[in-house]
């Protein structure tokens, strides 16, 4: 089975980076686990080696037999679905997702899984490596952003380790990583879940002319002057001069509150 370049497929080759991720998932007896995107599943015979009843959904139907042949007989599922369809409840909750996520649509399938909440307790995903850097990212850095704020949003992010070119064919033209993100329990009670939309909304307009004064920007999306923002901004104890990567996921929070539900 070749790679399919409309599929964004890079199939991870090396055995030590295969059981690195494996070894990384932190689930627990009775917790399921969902790989997205086994492709040949260099990364799913190791995920079976500890969890016997894996699910796994790829939405090549090409790829299905290889996998089958390759894990044998066992209580584990393959779902021939495209991911962005899948229903996770499929796969059963509490649910740990892992994978070697395609370049083209990582961002995406990390948002979905991450809505699952409160279904999902852990990511453990591989990506572009600049990809992994801003989900893992801090305020007052270049690679701080949307991506950033909304997966801190749900919970604590780590980068992992690295992996190079050469543990993939066909070899990619960029590095990957592999983050980690331990969902909180208590997303939900940062704020309401029907106020999330608001809030991501929010998030992306304050990024959506970075490098302005975030005052700045938000009066220019929502109608309020700028010092209306600036004494927001303070009232969170920041820099009314703050631009948007100068805050981390609990400042913009703050000032989501402050400034749209008082």
Known sequence: MGPKKHLGQHFLTAPAFAKRIAAAVPARFGESVLEIGPGRGALSVHLLE?????????????????LKEKLGDGEYSIHNEDVMEF???AAGSPLHAV???PYNIGALIIKKTLLYTPGILSCTFMVQREVAQRVVSGAHCKQN????IFCQFFGSAKLLFHVPPGAFFPRPNVNSSVFQIIVDRDAEKKLDRSLWDSFFSFVD????MRRKQLAKVLSIKYGH???????????????????PED???????????KAHLQ
């Open 50 to 66: 500890r969890f016997p009843k894996l699910h796994l959904v790829e939405v090549d139907r090409d790829a299905i037999c290889i």
């Open 87 to 89: 229903d996770f409840d």
């Open 99 to 101: 994978g070697n996520l």
């Open 145 to 148: 952003g949307f991506l950033s």
């Open 205 to 208: 307009s304050g990024f959506s």
């Open 225 to 243: 002057d700028k010092q209306f923002y600036c004494d927001k901004l303070t009232q969170i104890g920041l820099n009314e001069a703050s631009r």
């Open 247 to 257: 805050l981390d996921v609990n400042s913009w929070l703050d000032l989501y509150k």
